[in-house]
């Protein structure tokens, strides 16, 4: 059985970032996958670094490490658009590879999941660039899943790419370690 950790960061729970996550969450699930946590970037109560949280101030971060130790797959779901992300995403990714070392993230798996409304360089280069960060913190960069939004149009309009992410999440359980018979997979 796979554990995962989703975050999400969108604008609503209508957003083709979040719909894809869900959707590799969904054919994960039809696997007896362990769905740990899913949570939204926008509704989390974030400090910028972990000295923050040490000098006695929670934060959302600080409740997930349990989590996040315990989990074999990442699943990181993005909106991009223009030329960046959200700053509440950039905080979060800053402390996730800030703490990489105490989460034990060597040797997890993580897909990223991004929806964009162009396929510019800038998208290009901030994909290198999370591959990249997560390779650095140990991490195996299993796929990414990239949607690109042209028209208004819905990522579960489009077939193929609502099919990838079912695919994406139902391949999950053949990369890791049953629990339930102890066979590796």
Known sequence: MSKIFALVNSK???DNANYLVNRIIDGAMNLSTNIIS???VQKLHILY???EAKNGEDDDFSDWIDDIRS??????????EGKNVSSKLGIVLHRFFTEADSLNLKGKNVIAVIASDSAGSELRDFVQSLRERFVKAGMVYVDDLIFIEENGQHAK???AIDSK???IGASLRTNWRN?????IR
Do not use: M, Q, R
């Open 49 to 51: 670094d972990y000295a």
């Open 165 to 167: 992410a079912l695919i």
């Open 38 to 40: 899913l949570h939204y």
């Open 157 to 159: 309009d489009n077939a």
């Open 179 to 183: 629990y339930d018979d102890k066979a």
């Open 12 to 14: 609503s729970e209508e």
């Open 71 to 80: 989990s074999d797959v990442f699943v990181l779901g993005i909106t991009f």
